[in-house]
C-alpha cells in the first residue's frame, strides 16, 4: 500500500522503518525542514516532505501526532486527507480523539500501540519498537468495517499483539497502567533529587542502579505527553491517583505502628498480581 505518516518521531518514525521492511511505500509528512534532512538521513520513509498535499495517493494514513494536534487537527491536515484514504491514529487517549475523527473522516479506526521509552522526535525511532507489543483498536459502532479489517490486518503483520475495546474501556485502563506510572515515577524522581543534602545526592546518585532506573524511566519521558495525558484523561488519571494514595497511605501506616505481618502479606499479594500481569 502507499502509507502517509503524518509525523516522523519515536513512533511514527519506527513504523516508517518497519512498514518498508514489510514492502509498502511510506510517504512521511515531517513538522519543518530541520526534521526532514534528518528523516531523509535515516530513511524514515521512501519520501519525506513537510507538504501535506504529498498526502494524495495514499490509501492509508496514520496520525502520529501529540494529542493536542489529533484533538484539535489544523484545517490543513483535514483538507488534505483523500476521501478514500483509510486512517488511524496512535494516541494514547481514545474518546476525545475518536469524537474528533468519526465526524471529521468515515474511514477513521482509533487505535494505539502500547510501545514507546523515554525518547523523542525524529532520531529516536527504531525498526524493531512494535515486536511483540500490544496495540489497541477501539471501534465503535460507527467504524467502517471494512477499514477495521484493514488495520487489524496491518497491525498482525508489523508483529504485534492486537487487543480490541471500547475507547471508554481503553481510557480507564491506561489510567492505571500507562499514566499513572509516568505521574508516580516523576514524583519518585523529586522525591530523590529535591531539597536533599548535597552529600546524600551524591551517594544517591553512585548507588542508584537497575531498580531506581526501571521506576524512573517513564517519568523522564516526554513531558507534553504526560502534560496532555493529564488534560484529556484528567477523569479516570484523578481516580487512579486517589486509589494509589490509600495504598500508600495503609503502607505508611504499616510501618509507622510496625505491623509487619501486614507489611509482608502486601508485599506478597504483590508479587502474586505481578505475575498475573506481565
Not at 496514520?62 to 484514504?85: C, D, F, G, T, V
Amino acid at each position: 500500500m502507499n502509507i502517509g505518516i503524518v509525523g516522523l518521531g519515536l513512533i511514527g518514525g519506527s513504523l516508517g522503518l518497519k512498514l518498508q521492511k514489510l514492502n509498502h511505500t511510506i510517504f512521511g509528512i515531517s513538522n519543518n525542514e530541520s526534521n526532514k534532512e534528518k528523516a531523509i538521513k535515516r530513511n524514515l520513509a521512501n519520501t519525506v516532505s513537510c507538504d501535506l498535499n504529498t498526502l494524495k495517493d495514499c490509501s492509508l494514513i496514520i496520525l502520529a501526532l501529540p494529542i493536542q494536534e489529533l484533538i484539535k487537527p489544523s484545517k490543513l491536515l483535514i483538507k488534505s486527507i483523500p476521501e478514500n484514504a483509510i486512517v488511524t491514529d496512535v494516541g494514547s487517549i481514545k474518546k476525545p480523539i475518536i469524537d474528533i475523527w468519526e465526524n471529521i473522516h468515515p474511514l477513521f479506526v482509533g487505535s494505539h500501540p502500547m510501545a514507546g521509552n523515554e525518547h523523542q522526535g525524529v532520531e529516536s525511532g527504531f525498526i524493531n519498537l512494535f515486536d511483540k507489543a500490544k496495540w489497541v483498536i477501539t471501534p465503535t459502532k460507527r467504524t467502517n468495517s471494512k477499514a477495521l479489517e484493514i488495520i487489524k490486518h496491518l497491525i498482525k503483520s508489523l508483529n504485534c499483539d492486537l487487543v480490541e475495546t471500547s475507547p471508554e474501556t481503553h481510557d480507564k485502563a491506561v489510567a492505571e497502567v500507562s499514566h499513572l506510572p509516568i505521574f508516580l515515577s516523576s514524583s519518585l524522581i523529586h522525591t530523590v533529587n529535591v531539597n536533599k543534602e548535597s552529600q546524600i545526592l551524591e551517594i544517591s546518585k553512585k548507588l542508584a542502579s537497575s531498580g531506581f532506573a526501571d521506576t524512573s524511566r517513564v517519568g523522564a519521558g516526554n513531558p507534553q505527553l504526560g502534560l496532555d495525558l493529564a488534560k484529556h484523561n484528567r477523569t479516570h488519571i484523578l481516580k487512579a491517583l486517589k486509589e494509589f494514595k490509600n495504598y500508600i497511605d495503609e503502607v505508611e501506616n504499616f510501618i509507622e505502628g510496625e505491623d509487619w505481618a501486614k507489611l509482608y502479606q502486601r508485599l506478597e499479594d504483590s508479587k502474586k498480581f505481578r505475575l498475573d500481569f506481565l
